[in-house]
């Protein structure tokens, strides 16, 4: 997506060879008007499949998440992230390992707002290594749910999170796919000609 690489391009500080800070738009400061474009694409993308419902997980994940809902014209639900749960029956959770923060979170989902019938279109804000997207994978399942596809704004692809769930069979689409952030510059994956 064109607009979104040119933004990351002209806002996006590379803080490490890993690393890409994206606050002026997305993880702090929000973009409206992006996000809007980005919710439109993933409902471009994802048209001919009968979504059901949107489901990320907080905070960043949400702004794009509800404008592919608002497209879509379908609910968004996001995973809580949770120190512990009370009640915990009443909730399908995953334990999520971020290599990034070296720690490990609880994420959780009420059972009311995930169902057997639901079509869900997960979507995040990073996709690095792909442990966030496999919790909210394994919520979709617990529910007996089925996953439409995995929607992500920038694929770090040098990381090994889309490799993994595209191996796995999951549909992965990525608006923005960063093939390196070595010496300080943001290289994208080129684009295939179909
Ligand atoms: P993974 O799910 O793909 O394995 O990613 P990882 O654990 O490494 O990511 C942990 C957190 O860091 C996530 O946010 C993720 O969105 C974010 N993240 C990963 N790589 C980058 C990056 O290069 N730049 C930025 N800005 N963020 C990155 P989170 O902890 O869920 O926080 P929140 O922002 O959603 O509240
Ligand atoms: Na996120
Ligand atoms: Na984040």
């Known amino acids: 997506m064109q607009s979104l690489e040119n933004k990351i391009l002209l806002e996006g500080q590379v803080l490490s060879d890993e690393i890409l800070k994206v606050d002026s738009f997305l993880n702090h400061q929000v973009d409206p008007f992006l996000m809007r474009e980005i919710g439109e694409e993933f409902a471009r993308r994802f048209k001919d499949e009968a979504i059901t419902k949107v489901l990320t997980i907080e905070s960043s994940g949400i702004a794009p998440a509800t404008m592919a809902a608002l497209q879509l014209g379908v609910p968004l639900v996001f995973a809580r992230k949770k120190k512990s749960l009370t009640m915990a029956d009443q909730y399908y959770k995953a334990e999520v390992f971020s290599f990034t923060k070296r720690e490990t979170t609880l994420i959780a989902v009420g059972k009311p707002f995930l169902n057997a019938d639901d ?3 997960i979507i995040d804000d990073f ?13 979709v399942q617990q529910a007996g749910a089925h996953v439409v596809g995995i929607g992500i704004v920038i ?16 549909r992965v689409e990525s608006l923005a796919r960063i093939a390196s952030l070595q010496d300080g510059a943001i290289s994208f994956v080129k684009k295939e000609k179909v």
Request: charged residues 20%.
């Open 127 to 139: 996709l690095a290594n792909g442990q966030a997207a496999e919790g909210l994978i394994d919520v």
């Open 155 to 170: 694929e770090k692809a040098f990381q090994d999170g889309g490799t993994r769930l595209r191996q796995s069979g999951f």
């Open 119 to 121: 079509h869900v279109l």
